[in-house]
């Protein structure tokens, strides 16, 4: 995946062909990530395991304003991960996310590991739980887009820096969860206030449970992302912010009157 044909433009390099998922991203000619993606699923309590083994590419989307692929794996008969990585065309952010489906669980603990690039360094805000990946002359904001924005609001999950790369954990005390990850590298971008959250699913003007659809929403200044994404199969429209669907994923923007502006839109298998 890449913006343009020139040295510095963004690039997301991403390799699925052994039982690791490697990746790398550089955002205007700058190294960010590097290495396997690694993952810890506990499911109800039990063994930690390493999901790896045969990935196969389920979407491709490429157009002028993004590329999109998602990676799937069968971990058990009734577990999957589907992975998500977007690369933005104009833009100069990235989105990465793992959904964990597991239709007999109880409780999910799920743990995504990103790789940091050799020379990069990551440090964390105080008061939010953003984090900030420099690297000699660029700076990428990262966003738990799935962990509350404000650390004083208390939660299961966490994020930080360990031994080299990036460690998103979350927990689901259901069947499902959605472990979303965007990186912001937009020179103007930089310093303007970021907030981000969780958002409340609808279906016939019913709330959805967290098993079934997520979804989030990140701003920063007039900069305005929308991420949703189906965990269980319906045959209605469902609705968050105000935006109505039947796909199983929509990542979009928000445009000056408010309306969304679709990236990429999946449709049900």
Same mark, same amino acid.
């Given at each position: 995946?890449?913006?343009?044909?020139?040295? /510095?433009?963004?690039?997301?390099?991403?390799?699925?062909?052994?039982?690791?998922?490697?990746?790398?991203?550089?955002?205007?000619?700058?190294?960010?990530?590097?290495?396997?993606?690694?993952?810890?699923?506990?499911?109800?309590?039990?063994?930690?395991?390493?999901?790896?083994?045969?990935?196969?590419?389920?979407?491709?989307?490429?157009?002028?304003?993004?590329?999109?692929?998602?990676?799937?794996?069968?971990?058990?008969?009734?577990?999957?991960?589907?992975?998500?990585?977007?690369?933005?065309?104009?833009?100069?952010? %990235?989105?990465?996310?793992? &959904?964990?489906?597991?239709?007999?669980?109880? *409780?999910?603990?799920? /743990?995504?590991?990103?790789?940091? &690039?050799?020379?990069?360094?990551?440090?964390?805000?105080?008061?939010?739980?953003?984090? *900030?990946?420099?690297?000699?002359?660029? %700076?990428?904001?990262?966003?738990?887009?799935?962990?509350?924005?404000?650390?004083?609001?208390?939660?299961?999950?966490?994020?930080?820096?360990?031994?080299?790369?990036?460690?998103?954990? /979350?927990?689901?005390? *259901?069947?499902?969860?959605?472990?979303?990850?965007?990186?912001?590298?937009?020179?103007?971008?930089?310093?303007?206030?970021?907030?981000?959250?969780?958002?409340?699913?609808?279906?016939?003007?019913?709330?959805?449970?967290?098993?079934?659809?997520?979804?989030?929403?990140?701003?920063?200044?007039?900069?305005?992302?929308?991420?949703?994404?189906?965990?269980?199969?319906?045959?209605?429209?469902?609705?968050?912010?105000?935006?109505?669907?039947?796909?199983?994923?929509?990542?979009?923007?928000?445009?000056?009157?408010?309306?969304?502006?679709?990236?990429?839109?999946?449709?049900?298998?």
């Amino acid at each position: 995946m890449q913006a343009g044909p020139e040295r /510095q433009a963004d690039r997301l390099t991403v390799a699925y062909h052994s039982s690791d998922v490697e990746i790398e991203l550089s955002g205007r000619g700058a190294s960010l990530l590097t290495g396997a993606v690694e993952s810890e699923l506990v499911i109800d309590g039990g063994t930690p395991q390493r999901p790896c083994g045969d990935w196969q590419a389920v979407v491709w989307y490429s157009d002028g304003d993004c590329d999109y692929l998602e990676l799937q794996l069968a971990v058990t008969n009734s577990v999957r991960i589907d992975r998500q990585l977007l690369l933005a065309r104009r833009g100069h952010f %990235a989105f990465i996310a793992d &959904a964990i489906v597991a239709t007999q669980a109880a *409780r999910i603990e799920y /743990q995504m590991r990103l790789p940091v &690039a050799v020379g990069a360094a990551m440090r964390f805000d105080a008061s939010t739980r953003e984090g *900030r990946l420099r690297t000699p002359g660029r %700076a990428a904001r990262v966003f738990p887009l799935g962990l509350p924005q404000d650390r004083v609001l208390g939660t299961s999950g966490s994020f930080v820096d360990r031994d080299g790369r990036l460690v998103l954990t /979350q927990i689901a005390a *259901r069947t499902a969860a959605c472990v979303p990850i965007m990186l912001d590298w937009h020179p103007r971008r930089q310093r303007l206030p970021a907030e981000w959250r969780s958002l409340t699913v609808s279906e016939n003007c019913h709330m959805v449970g967290s098993d079934r659809a997520a979804g989030f929403r990140l701003r920063m200044g007039a900069f305005q992302l929308l991420v949703y994404r189906s965990l269980a199969p319906t045959e209605e429209a469902r609705a968050v912010l105000g935006y109505h669907t039947r796909y199983e994923t929509v990542i979009g923007m928000f445009d000056a009157t408010g309306e969304v502006e679709p990236l990429v839109m999946v449709e049900v298998d």
